[in-house]
């Protein structure tokens, strides 16, 4: 399922670590319309891996030192989610505080509209993608002190992104499929590198294009539930090419 929501803003200056602001906001709207819901994504398993993922148009945005200027105080938010119990508790929970404002940073956010978007249909074996938001190549072993992120210019980079994918499919469909998922092939078409503030930190990401060989099931998963690391977090969503 996917969806545009209209974000109104009170002023034209929002923090760059534009996708903290979101966050805040999902988890707000998901407390107060379903507090199991919420716990269930993010106090029950730490690091839980979810299903959905999100990008933000700011139309024509300026990137400050540490804001973005937003001169129309418009985002549209697009989400998108694999799963469908996701995505109706998204539209409701935000049905629910739609017109409310929320406070952020020297800021306050509305929802002013939700829109349900067509979703495009996969029957090849062989699709292209294209970043909404920036693919996240996270190599992670255990903290923080030994994380990093890679480009998908390097063959390292390429191997860290595989091995990461590889695993996210194993754990959501389960290692029956693994002779599908041995088969995935992936080719970079074009690769832009740039530096995301996150969490007070920038991190390096990549706009790109991908051509991905898989079984239809799992290009559709990859196109509803995005692709890459941290996903949930505002990384990786795609669309088809």
């Known amino acids: 399922m996917r969806f545009s929501v209209e974000l109104l803003l009170d002023n034209e200056k929002i923090p760059k670590d534009k996708n903290r602001m979101i966050l805040s906001l999902l988890k707000h709207s998901y407390m107060s319309y379903d507090q199991n819901y919420y716990y269930e994504l993010y106090e029950k398993m730490q690091n839980k891996m979810k299903s959905f993922t999100f990008s933000m148009y700011m139309g024509n945005c300026e990137f400050l030192r540490e804001e973005i200027s937003i001169p129309n105080k418009k985002i549209i938010l697009n989400y998108s989610t694999y799963d469908t119990k996701d995505g109706i508790l998204f539209y409701n929970s935000f049905l629910n505080i739609k017109g409310t404002r929320y406070p952020i940073k020297n800021n306050a956010i509305t929802i002013n509209n939700i829109r349900l978007v067509r979703e495009k249909h996969i029957v090849d074996n062989v699709v292209m993608f294209s970043t909404l938001s920036p693919i996240s190549v996270r190599e992670h072993q255990g903290n923080n002190k030994q994380t990093w992120y890679h480009s998908l210019n390097d063959t390292k980079g390429q191997e860290v992104f595989m091995n990461n994918l590889k695993f996210q499919l194993i754990s959501y469909f389960g290692e029956e499929r693994d002779l599908d998922i041995d088969e995935v092939e992936f080719e970079v078409l074009r690769n832009k590198e740039v530096k995301v503030k996150h969490y007070g930190i920038e991190i390096l990401a990549n706009i790109c294009n991908l051509r991905i060989k898989a079984k239809p099931y799992i290009l559709d998963f990859l196109y509803k539930g995005g692709i890459g ?13």
Do not use: E, I
Request: glycine fraction near 16%.
């Open 229 to 241: 690391s941290q996903r949930s977090t505002g990384f990786g969503m795609v669309d088809l090419v």
